[in-house]
C-alpha cells in the first residue's frame, strides 16, 4: 500500500522545484527565460478566482433549496499577497448563506493580530465556521493556540475541532473533522452527536456537511456518510507547469492524481479547494487561488460549475 502523505523536506523541496524549473522547456521558449516564468506567477498568485458550483441532491431538505455556502481556504496569512478587501468584495458580493475556512489560516505567531483584518468584515446569516490545518498547529505554543481560538469566537466564527453542529432551521449537520495532516483527526468523535440524533429517528434526513483541512481522513467519513465533504491542504499543487503535473500535493488521494476540484470518491461528493494563500514558496503557476461558492438544489442533474 502506498504511503498516506508523500513528505518532503524544505531543501528537498527547493532542490526539486530548482530543477524542475531549470530543466523545464518552458524556459528555453519563453524570450525572457525564467523572468517569464516569475511574470506568469506573479499574475497567478493574484489572480484569485470564483468557483460557482451548483450541486444537486434528490432529498436535499426544503430548508436548503437554494442555500449557498462559501468555502475559504489555505489563507497562509504569513505571506498573503491578495488584499483582504479583495477577499471580502468577492465573499460579500455573493451573499453567502454560510461561511466555512478548511484550515491554514496562519503560519507563524505574528499571524494572529490579521485574523480580524482578513475575517472580521465577512459575515453570513447562518453562521461562520471553521477548521484547523497543520500550520494552525505548526507555530502556536497551547497558550496562543488558546488565544487563537478564542479570536475566531471573539469573530463570530465557530471552531469544530472533531465536534458538529446543528442548524435546526436549516436541517444541516456541519460536521468539522480536526486537522488530517498533523492526527488530530478524529472522526468517529466529530459524528458522535450525529450518530446519537440519528438514534432518535430525526423525520426527515439532514444534510450532513463536513469540514475538513486534508482528504485523508475520507475512509473515515465514507464509513459515516456525508452529503458533502469540503477540505484544501493541497493548495491545487501550487506550482504546475504546462505538461506536468503538481510538484506536491501532499495527501494519499493527490498522490494516486485527484488533488482539486469536484469529485465522488466512495460515495462521498468531494471537494478540494486550491487555496487563496502559498506555502514554503509566494507564488503560485498555473494554478491560480480560489473561493468556491456551493449552491444546493433538490433533483438528479449533475454538477454544474462556473468560474469568474
Not at 229 to 253: C, S
Not at 262 to 276: D, M, S, W
Not at 296 to 303: E, K, R, Y
Amino acid at each position: 500500500m502506498p504511503p498516506l502523505t508523500k513528505n518532503i523536506s524544505r531543501r528537498g523541496f527547493f532542490r526539486r522545484i530548482g530543477g524542475f524549473i531549470a530543466n523545464h522547456w518552458l524556459l528555453s521558449t519563453l524570450p525572457v527565460g525564467s523572468l517569464g516564468v516569475l511574470g506568469y506567477a506573479k499574475h497567478d498568485t493574484l489572480a484569485l478566482k470564483r468557483e460557482h458550483w451548483d450541486l444537486f441532491y434528490p432529498k436535499l431538505p426544503s430548508s436548503l433549496e437554494g442555500k449557498t455556502i462559501c468555502q475559504l481556504s489555505d489563507l497562509h496569512l504569513e505571506t498573503l499577497q491578495i488584499l483582504p478587501e479583495s477577499i471580502e468584495q468577492i465573499v460579500m458580493a455573493q451573499k453567502p448563506d454560510l461561511l466555512v475556512i478548511t484550515g491554514d489560516i496562519v503560519s507563524t505567531r505574528t499571524d494572529l493580530d490579521k485574523l480580524e483584518i482578513y475575517l472580521g468584515g465577512l459575515t453570513a446569516p447562518y453562521g461562520k465556521f471553521v477548521v484547523m490545518g497543520n500550520n494552525d498547529y505548526s507555530n502556536l505554543s497551547n497558550t496562543l493556540f488558546k488565544r487563537y481560538l478564542q479570536q475566531f469566537q471573539h469573530l463570530g466564527w465557530t471552531p469544530l475541532l472533531n465536534h458538529a453542529s446543528y442548524l435546526s432551521e436549516l436541517n444541516l449537520w456541519i460536521i468539522g473533522v480536526d486537522d488530517p495532516a498533523t492526527a488530530h483527526d478524529d472522526v468517529d468523535l466529530a459524528y458522535k452527536a450525529v450518530l446519537l440524533s440519528q438514534s432518535q429517528h430525526q423525520s426527515s434526513p439532514p444534510f450532513r456537511l463536513v469540514l475538513a483541512h486534508s482528504t485523508d481522513c475520507l475512509d473515515d467519513v465514507a464509513k459515516n456518510g456525508a452529503e458533502l465533504l469540503l477540505a484544501g491542504h493541497t493548495h491545487g499543487g501550487q506550482i504546475r507547469l504546462p505538461g506536468f503535473g503538481p510538484l506536491i500535493t501532499n495527501t494519499y488521494l493527490g498522490d494516486l492524481g485527484v488533488y482539486e476540484g469536484y469529485h465522488v470518491i466512495n460515495g462521498i461528493p468531494l471537494y478540494i479547494n486550491r487555496g487563496i494563500g502559498e506555502s514554503i514558496l509566494p507564488i503560485r503557476f498555473n494554478v491560480p487561488p480560489e473561493i468556491a461558492f456551493f449552491t444546493l438544489h433538490q433533483g438528479n442533474s449533475q454538477a454544474n460549475h462556473q468560474t469568474f
